[in-house]
Nanobody, 125 residues
Framework: QVQLVESGGGLVQAGGSLRLSCAAS????????MGWFRQAPGKEREFVAT????????RYADSVKGRFTISRDNIKNMVYLQMNNLKPEDTAVYFC??????????????????WGQGTQVTVST
C-alpha cells in the first residue's frame, strides 16, 4: 500500500491556474502508474489524467485536454497536475491515485488501489 497526500488546492478565478501536488510514500513509487480524479458536489468521481510509471505516456479526459498537464518526479516521489485556464466546471475535490499493480497500465478507476484524501479546487466566475 502507498500513502498519498495531495496539496495545492484553493480558490481561483476563472481563467486562472493552480498546480496540485501529490506526495507518495510507502512503496517504490516509480513502479506504478499514477492518476488524478475529481468529484464535484452531487456527482460521481471522474477521471482527469493518468501518467505511466515511466512518465512516458499520459492520458487526459476530453474536458481538460489542452488545459491540464500531469507530470511526475520519480526521484522526489511526486506527481503533479498543472491546471491552466480553469473554468467554474472544474470545481471539485481532486484525488491523487496510485495504480494497484507494478508496471501495469492503470486506465480506469478500478485499476487504482491507493487514494489520497483529496484537495478542494474552487473556481469562481
Amino acid at each position: 500500500q502507498v500513502q498519498l497526500v495531495e496539496s495545492g488546492g484553493g480558490l481561483v478565478q476563472a481563467g486562472g491556474s493552480l498546480r496540485l501536488s501529490c506526495a507518495a510514500s510507502g512503496r517504490t513509487f516509480s513502479h506504478y502508474d499514477m492518476g488524478w480524479f475529481r468529484q464535484a458536489p452531487g456527482k460521481e468521481r471522474e477521471f482527469v489524467a493518468t501518467i505511466t510509471w515511466s512518465g512516458g505516456s499520459t492520458r487526459y479526459a476530453d474536458s481538460v485536454k489542452g488545459r491540464f498537464t500531469i507530470s511526475r518526479d520519480n526521484i522526489k516521489n511526486m506527481v503533479y497536475l498543472q491546471m491552466n485556464n480553469l473554468k467554474p466546471e472544474d470545481t471539485a475535490v481532486y484525488f491523487c491515485a496510485a495504480g494497484a499493480a507494478p508496471f501495469s497500465r492503470a486506465t480506469d478507476e478500478a485499476d487504482f488501489g491507493s487514494w489520497g484524501q483529496g484537495t478542494q479546487v474552487t473556481v469562481s466566475t
